[in-house]
């Protein structure tokens, strides 16, 4: 029976090679006038091209985005484009970089636009994320939804292939989550769908040459849907696990989802047949889980927790951690398979339910 709620994100966005050129067209269609532009101290080339597209509407450069976003950062951050006389922000980045942007919104109401670099996905989701004392507290606000997203996949060809495919993985698991989610529905499932369905195809085309304009269109649109269900429905096992073992192991965190996925949802295949069978024919295979390891395999990213440096007497602990507090999940989240599917994706062998 159909049955859903759902709820649509205000969203304006700008998709296609040298989109960036619009960065100015887009301040002035937030209805701001002068934009600080944020970027990682590995991004200034790509934040002095934007704030030179801006001209008389860029503020600055702040190049203090961190992975997490210490609370000082943000802090830091907004004075900044107080001082400045900023009223808009330009996030150019990956979700580190937007995450500074959310933070600066979610006290400042400061809009944002942003300028996706990786495909991970923080640009179209209300989800904020601040570290203080060294703990991670995330939430939702509308107030930190970007304003505009420009998507130019020009500024991705930067982005190393190997952060490029994990990042890649990162994006499907939100699409993966999102065709179980409790609250899904079936636009998001379409969409979710169709993001799997292009970053399948696009990050095989991305190893076999990184430069290719086409693997690199398909992967940032892939990106954008995957995104998009990320803002719009909730998540479940998959991204409890991997947010329990980033931050309690501080892995990185797009290789920690490429390598926990296929684990995961082989754990959630008999409670969502359907999903799975989406998940199959997204990627051309006869079994989801099966197909995404065989496709990680494919891409020659990370396959084991073991080589992210994590060492096996650990996976109890982790395993205590995720089953504390945990999220909504279509299976019933048990010790015991749940320790099995932490094994599994430490060793790096194959997915089983
Ligand atoms: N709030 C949300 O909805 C979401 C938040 N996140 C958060 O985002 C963070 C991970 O974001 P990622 O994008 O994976 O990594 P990231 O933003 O930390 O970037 C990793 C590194 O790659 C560099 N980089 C990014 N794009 C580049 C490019 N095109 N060329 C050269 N270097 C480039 C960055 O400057 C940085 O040094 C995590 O903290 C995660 O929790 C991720 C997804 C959704
Ligand atoms: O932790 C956050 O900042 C919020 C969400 C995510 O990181 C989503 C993900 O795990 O990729």
Known sequence: MINFTYTALPSRVVFGAGKLASV???????????????????????????AA??????????????????????????????????????????????????????DSGLPIIAVPTTYAGSEMTPVYGITENGIKTTGKDERVVPKSVIYDPELTYSLPLGMSLVSGMNAIAHAAEGLYAKDGNPVMSLIAEEGIRALAAGLPALRAGA??????????????????????????LH????????????????ETHSIVLPHSLAYNSPAAPDAMARIARAI??????????ALAQQLGVPMALRDLGVVESDLDRACDIALSNPYWNPRPIEAMPLRAVLQRAWEGSAPQP
């Open 239 to 254: 991204h409890k696990l991997c947010h329990t073992l980033g931050g309690s192991f501080n892995l990185p965190h797009a």
């Open 284 to 293: 051309g295979a006869k079994d989801g889980p099966k197909g995404l390891h």
């Open 211 to 236: 430069q290719d304009a086409e693997a690199r269109a398909q992967c940032l649109y892939g990106a954008w849907l995957c995104s998009s269900v990320l803002g719009h429905v909730g998540m479940a």
């Open 24 to 50: 100015a067209e887009e301040v002035r269609a937030i209805g701001a006038s002068r934009a600080l532009v944020l970027c990682t101290p590995q991004q200034t080339k790509q934040a002095e091209q934007v």
């Open 53 to 106: 597209l801006l001209g008389d509407c860029s503020a600055g450069i702040h190049d203090g985005a961190e992975m997490h976003v210490p609370i000082e950062s943000a802090r830091k951050a907004r004075e900044i484009a107080r001082a400045l006389g900023a009223d808009c922000a330009v996030a150019v980045g990956g979700g580190s970089t937007i995450g500074l942007g959310k933070a600066i919104a979610l």
